[in-house]
């Protein structure tokens, strides 16, 4: 189809052409951001823990008044949550994904304390801990009986030793880019070095998501926390968690004086908890770009009506002429891609300098480029569908009738 014809016409109607084009330019800049964010988003959200967060139950008790030996009734609790029916392991963490404790400690590969270091999330767990957690070692062995301790010998030691120490794969790899941290040693707990024997393949850290790199690397310790630091974690069947949530509550109350159950939840709840907001953005975000969207199709059906109507004359004398009806919606397609074509080009210049502002505001990573022609093809789609409906009315005008409208 010959455009110059329908580059004229536009020339004839810059205000109108220029407010679709410019409805469409920032449409497009926009919508390209705003997928991007809602991509993040979503990511951000099945980013996997490590954990098998189905089957996880985690309870956190408060103690009122002193206790005696506060590691001796921890370890008496697990007994009793682990004799519980349909209770496939039981363990105590100081923290885990999606919890509100968090403990951080810094590694370095060299005994100098003025080396170099990583800052890595540090998990406190006793017996049983992998498989509780569900968590899966890529390299190595769990730690052995005789290398835990309780947290109280080991911070009143005069010479506190680690015998051993678990990465996860993103640690290893940061401290040993080599690939030769299992066996290796890496210090961190007084003077002793600590010996890497083994690699899990996911672990997140407790508030996972966040843009501070050491949120990334984590590590486990064989070192048993008391129940004033930490949480009871308990493996079950998905069908059976509310049951063995119940019962594992009122067997620790029974077990011990001066205690209350402080929480008691699903990792499955606290994790749709921590991404909350998240998801809340995600709806938000989607929100503007259908409204976006929406106020952009009228637009345009607005004006390829308002065309249709101005051009009946134009219509009819083409009709007349030996026009068929296809040629007359081609016309009004090809008007409609034009003007597209040029609020795109516009759109995606804004939406990369969005991205550059976002970037420089929040620290925010750019926006990829395959994400503008996705935005392109998406407002090329809308303007053909807009535009359809007016393009089949003035298409089945007939020649008289359009004549004599005119």
Not at 68 to 74: C, S
Not at 159 to 181: C, H, S, W, Y
Not at 314 to 339: K, V
Request: net charge positive; with cysteine.
């Amino acid at each position: 189809m010959d455009i110059l014809p329908i580059l004229a016409t536009l020339k004839r109607h810059k205000t109108a052409s220029g407010l679709i084009v410019l409805q469409i330019a920032l449409t497009c800049a926009i919508v390209c951001n705003a997928l991007f964010l809602i991509l993040q988003r979503i990511e951000k959200i099945n980013e996997p823990s490590g954990l098998a967060d189905q089957e996880i139950i985690a309870l956190n008790l408060g103690g009122i008044g002193p206790i005696e030996n506060p590691h001796a009734l921890t370890h008496s609790d697990l007994q009793v949550l682990r004799a519980l029916p349909q209770v496939k392991e039981a363990s105590f963490l100081n923290q885990f994904p999606f919890s509100d404790h968090m403990t951080m400690s810094g590694m370095r590969t060299q005994e100098k304390e003025d080396s170099e270091s990583v800052v890595a999330s540090t998990y406190l767990a006793s017996e049983g801990w992998l498989k509780t957690t569900g968590l899966r070692l890529i390299a190595g062995r769990d730690f052995e009986a005789d290398e835990y301790q309780n947290q109280n010998d080991f911070e009143t030691a005069q010479t506190p030793v680690v015998p051993a120490i678990i990465l996860n794969r993103e640690m290893a790899q940061k401290m040993f880019p080599k690939g030769d941290a299992l066996g290796n040693v890496v210090y961190g707990f007084g003077d002793k070095p600590v010996r890497v024997i083994g690699i899990l393949e996911t672990l997140a850290s407790s508030q996972p998501g966040g843009k501070d790199e050491s949120l990334r690397y984590n590590m486990v310790l064989p070192i048993r926390a008391s129940f004033r630091n930490g949480y009871y974690l308990l493996r079950t069947d998905p069908a059976k968690r509310d049951e063995v949530s119940k019962a594992a509550a009122a067997a620790l109350s029974k077990n011990g004086p001066n205690r209350i159950v402080v929480e008691n939840r699903l990792m499955s709840d606290m994790r749709d908890r921590y991404y909350r907001q998240d998801r809340s953005m995600i709806h938000l975000l989607a929100g503007v770009c259908l409204a976006l969207l929406v106020v952009t199709a009228f637009g345009i059906v607005g004006l390829a009506s308002f065309w249709v109507q101005q051009r009946t004359r134009m219509i009819g004398t083409r009709r007349a002429l030996g026009a068929t009806r296809g040629q007359i919606l081609r016309y009004f397609q090809t008007e409609n891609f034009i003007l597209s074509t040029v609020g795109i080009v516009l759109g995606m210049g804004a939406a990369y300098g969005i991205s550059v502002a976002l970037m420089k505001q929040y620290a925010m990573p750019p926006l990829p480029l395959a994400f503008l022609p996705l935005g392109a093809l998406i407002l090329w789609g809308l303007g053909q569908l807009a535009v359809l409906a007016p393009a089949r009315r003035a298409a089945a005008l007939p020649p008289v009738a359009a004549l004599r409208g005119a």
